[in-house]
């Protein structure tokens, strides 16, 4: 259970580091490292080269915005969870945050590295989907801005290039929309069998996001039937296309009761 | 001697452990923390697959690498080993064909471990696919193929019925049959297993660190496998982090290592990494038990018939497979706490191309417990009648002790319905009943199992081999203090405490003064280890025989020296005095110099020293623990999750060495009957591939599933020396029980009855919406 | 593949002391801390982040050291077991451990320590439901939590009074 060899660079400016992504073959970025390292000691990612990001400034910023906080890809997961600004502008995505894995993986892992691992299964990237989240991308060339929802592109895949760097994230105030979050896990802490984020605004109208069931982030929009029964149909008939691999008709399942518990998050006025 | 002079000061008190303050401190050591310079690291190529004839195997690229010293297949380590019993032999290195995924093909050595694994990957091995045998009904009939050529995949058949049987059977006014089954499961202790072999070219002696449970065994093994005198090889066993019974076996490894130290001439040193271990440390609990119960209105069993099915694996362990000593267990122990006369038993156990099973704490007792209460809740349910008196109207009672049961096993007295009252007391179960059906009207589905054990312990006969007995070598040193030694094997049960407790209470001395080692062959006393609960029970009985022969002759020697009769002197606070007259005495540290020292002062024909080794075997081929645990269990019909709200231990294991630790041992197995019953699980796919090789495969039980757990004890003494039962796998053999009987009561209402574990949450869903 | 594997030279502040030590840029944190620096406290159990045996404190937070490399940990304060042991005897929460019967095999308790003296640092006045959630990611077989969380609760009792 030991990586193979790698060269190893730690820039300290965004321009070395975007400089480095464009001359080094094979290489990958590492930030937090807590999806990639695992995989290296699998030797199942065998990168030629690393480039850390951890040494350069001010990606680890929260920012409040014009339009809602700009939150740099260096934000821990924990501090993510715990920051004031996160937890008054979009209470929905620190509680996301707080379920990423355990307390010494979210001391580490970074938002920027969990969004561009892109694992199905996880929080932050259908945090970002159901937030109508901006990614801010930087390569050599200069910036450009990818909406989370068409950066997802399937399993473990997004629309990043490979010498491009996921800079921060611009997560819009949400006014109007009440959110909700749920996950099913077999013990906390663990990859989420089935979940779901909720937004519901003015009529019942508004979307489910879910993850864990399909190669990434799904999202749906629906007018939340007002009936259980009603809305649990709902539910379902939008989740039935998904394939979640493994004990498929269960996690479509707890895909439906995941939505639900998350609407009811959110009409309870917590979102 | 007076009734104050036998009370023991440390024996049965909550004495903190000895050994804490190393662990604490991380000065520990570990295999893995001990350097010795210049050693090789080793990393295997194992096989990728299931069953496969071994083309070729191409080290050329592997040994080009720079720090790559050799690397071994088995034309260079051409040890076999022969398991007599079983009749099959196991290559330590794959000849010819592969047998399980995991299984080991090549052995790179290098000069450190990343170096080690970048060679092992660039060994190329072809292989030639042959079909795997993964079905154990289809196995049974040689299908599709024989895992060993020269052996029928059934390589174990046994029956045993009682001579009433047929009768009792055929007369029954009521019957009910099940099929329980256990889905493979292997101990994961946290600390992977490891070995470290280093030759001495002084002495041409070999010494061999290893995390294992035997020390004695291992040499034995070893030195039979290398052709070597026992008394050329050393085994050290150094701290060890958790054994469970895996660390019991001798595994392929150990002889590779121990033959590359002396091949090549370095130590040489390997670490599994935890997919190693689950991929090819015992597996165990893969077992099918098809049970017949024949009972009467009032609830009375009257007969049991189970047969069962068990996988091996592709290999016996040495001496041991886990198949047969599950299967065995199970059976010895499925009547249970219960007066059921009659019983009919087959067991066929087969090869197959998974990883060897062998044991697991508790080995076929969860399983055993799981069956027998199990058919106690479905007669109850068949009846219904309440779970708890169906156990009264079954229950051996105290006027049958000993109770020789069905199976062959005489029980020695216990506490069996006593422990369910209390138990049912603690949690004030007709309260809980009431609530349970309030719960039910809100949606919530709440339910109370209760899995009523016996625990064979200290056997005659075990995984740690035939050696009924223990030895303690017991010294006083000449300044007092007292150095003892056993060949036992802790991995983190507190031996140093427990042993300490009982020889300091034999000599009036402090807890503290008493140094307890063990693992070393060098100078530890030939013993059988630690496993199938014995150490307690049979090492403590010789560490209170020794105490007892070493306090003798501090008494004569007082005696002698202070011009008083032996009757009168007694051992307190580190002096032997006068009793009654404290101030005529002598200090310890006085006689024991004068013992060594000073030899001119002891009595007549007295020998020098102050030193014994004593061996102790107990009565009983076995002496019997009891209890009983009841769970209370929450399931989320919607999600298939459940969770334990509330659980009760009430345990019986005779006299207690130290409370503190003995509850230690049961929050322990609780937590891993609760990862038994409801998330470990090692699965293969079709192909025979093991799709768990990570721990976020296999599931853990974290410190959010195990709940608060209320500990009781009653204390029947056993009749062994001290009252001792053993215990360390009782808390493993009720829980998984307790947990799948929970989940049946609370999922009563439609009509779930758990007969396989782990329980997974897809499958309620499944049950709950489609009533099966 | 040569060039690749070529050594580097790093400065570590462990425990508060400076180490200098060359290594190769793949190797984990956990292997040169106890391997290079012979700081064996803490334990390797799985290498999958999941265990938590290897924990370590880096800059005051628990943070895996089998998830890290150790060229990464240049310029940050990694603090191990040893780290958090006197000079003789016990610390209070070692000591509550110990009055508690909060280990048994030893090998998960060095990830224990550090995780639970990072939460009573950070909240010494911490719920059972919060000591239990601070110490998800370390995984015990031997004791079935109830002492280590006993001992964490009693510690910061302790710390208060």
Redesign the interface.
Known sequence: MKPVAFSYHRPRTLDEALALLRSEPDCKVIAGGQSLIPLMNFRLSRPGALVDINEIEGLNRVEKTDGGLRIGALVRHQALAEHPLVREVCPVLAEAAGHVGHWAIRNRGSLGGSLAHADPAAELPAAMVALDARFEVASADGVRQVPARSFFLGYLMTDLAPDELLVAVHVPAQTGRAFGFHEFARRPGDFALAGAFAEVGPGGAGAVTWFGVSGGPERCELTFPEDAAAREAAFAALVEPFDPGQDAPYRRHLAVQAAERAYQQAVGGRG | MTAEMLKPKFTGARVSRLEDARLLRGQARYVDDIAVPGTLEVAFVRSNRAAARIVSIDPSAALRLPGVRAVWTFADCPITIKNRGFQVEQPVLAKDEVRFVGELVAAVFAEDRYTAEDAAELVQVKYEALPPVLDTRAALTDAPRRVHAERPNRFYHKVHETDGFQQAFANAPRKLSLTFRTNRQTGAALETRACLAMPDPASGRLTVYATHQSPHNLRAQLARLLDLPENQVRVVVPEVGGGFGIKAMFYPEYAILADAARKLGRPVKWVSDRTECLLADAHARDAVHELEVAFDETGRILALRDHVYGDAGAYPFLGYSGAVGEAGWATDMLTGPYKIPEVSIEIDCVFSNRAPTGPYRGVGGPIGAQVHEGAVDAVARALGMDPAEVRRVNFIGPQDFPYETPTGGVYDPGSYRESMERALALVDYERFRRQQAEWRKQGRYVGVGMCCFVEPSAFAESEAGSIPYEAASVRMEPNGTVTASFGLGPTGQGHETTMAQLIADQLGIDVRDVVVLHGDTDSAPFGGGTGGSRSGTIGGGAAIRAGQTLRAKLVKMAAHLLEASEEDIELVEGRAQVAGVPARGLTLRELARIAYTDIGRLPEGMTPGLEVLVRYQPPLAATYSNGIHLAVVEVDIRTGLVRVLDYIVVNDCGRLINPMIVEGQIHGGVAQGIGSALLEELRYDGDGQLVTTSLMDYLLPTSHDVPRIRVEHLETPSASEGGFKGMGEGSLIGAPGAIANAVSDALAPFGVFITELPIRPQDIVHWVQTGA | ?????TK?RIRLRVNGAEHEVDV?????LS?VL??QL????????????????C?VL?DG????S????A??A??HEVT???GL?PAE??SPL?AA???H?A????????GM?V?AEALLRENPNPTEEQ???????????????????DAVLAAAREGRS
Request: aromatic residues 8%; contains cysteine.
């Open positions: 593949m040569s060039e690749v594997q580097v190769e840029p793949r190797w984990l292997d106890r391997h012979g700081l064996t406290g803490t334990h390797v159990g799985c290498e999958q982040g999941v265990c938590g045996a924990t880096v937070r628990p943070e895996r089998c998830l890290m490399f060229v990464q240049e310029g191990t077991v040893e042991t005897g016990l070692q451990f110990q009055a019967h280990l048994q095999c030893g090998f998960c308790t060095p320590l995780t000591v239990r959630e601070a110490l998800s990611g370390n995984v015990c077989r031997c004791t079935g939590y109830q002492f280590i969380v």
